[in-house]
């Protein structure tokens, strides 16, 4: 995966409302998956594998879809995930904003099916699908801090970025992966033990990115301020 230029990094939250949120997870078996991730990363026990997909229908620079791969971790003591992957589906000026802006970049297709007893998602690397959803409270989801690869003049970096959504309603299920191929930067992962997937529809936020990180270093020595 070639890390996005972060040459123009948002300095503004930007806030999407009727924003689609799914998330499914589940646990890598066959490794203890210390392999995945850079020398200022610790791996969790076990490794959760999400698979995250954000749909919005409008932006200032028309409407775009991020489908995501990530890993649970830790950056000294706070939960992190660590993005192996990432797609975006939008128009060509959508796609070099979200670059630009937020180091978020990809190539499409990404694909977001809804229906009343399922919601599927696909990717290049997933086909993921929420069955049997229920509605559950909308403080019953969390999304994880993501830190994300880029590139800046310094050199290789990881952005954070903060997934903030107030959900207007949630939905619960079960997920079933239909198909899976190990992203480029994680060969050898599988992920096996189903453990939640959920639905949200509400107002996203993409923060400006505050933080990166130099993956070779632990958190205290190679945060960097924007």
Do not use: N
């Not at 992190?80 to 060509?92: G, K, N, W």
């Not at 970096?157 to 903060?162: I, K, N, T």
């Not at 107030?166 to 198909?179: A, N, Q, W």
């Not at 992920?191 to 993409?206: C, D, K, Y």
């Amino acid at each position: 995966m070639t890390a996005p230029v972060l040459d123009a990094p948002a300095d503004a939250a930007l806030v999407l409302a009727g924003a689609e949120v799914f998330q499914a997870t589940f646990e890598h078996a066959g490794s203890r998956g210390d392999e995945f991730f850079p020398a200022g990363l610790a791996a969790t026990s076990p490794v959760l594998v999400t698979f995250l997909v954000l749909r919005v229908p409008e932006s200032p620079h028309g409407p775009f879809t991020i489908a995501q791969v990530r890993l649970s971790c830790r950056s000294g003591v706070r939960a992190r995930a660590l993005v192996v992957a990432t797609a975006v589906d939008a128009a060509e000026a959508t796609t070099a904003w979200l670059a630009a802006g937020w180091g978020i970049g990809g190539a499409p297709p990404v694909r977001v099916e809804r229906r009343y007893d399922r919601v599927r998602v696909g990717s290049p690397w997933f086909d993921v699908e929420l069955t049997g959803p229920k509605p559950v409270g909308t403080e019953s989801v969390q999304y994880v801090t993501g830190l994300h690869p880029v590139a800046v003049p310094s050199g290789a970096r990881l952005a954070q970025f903060e997934v903030e959504v107030v959900p207007d309603r949630v939905e619960r299920g079960r997920p079933v992966l239909h198909r899976f191929v190990a992203p480029e930067a994680a060969p050898g992962l599988v992920p096996a033990s189903a453990v939640v997937a959920t639905f949200a529809v509400g107002t996203l936020t993409l923060p400006r990115v505050r933080f990166l990180l130099r993956p070779d270093q632990p958190a205290h020595l190679g945060t960097e301020r924007l």
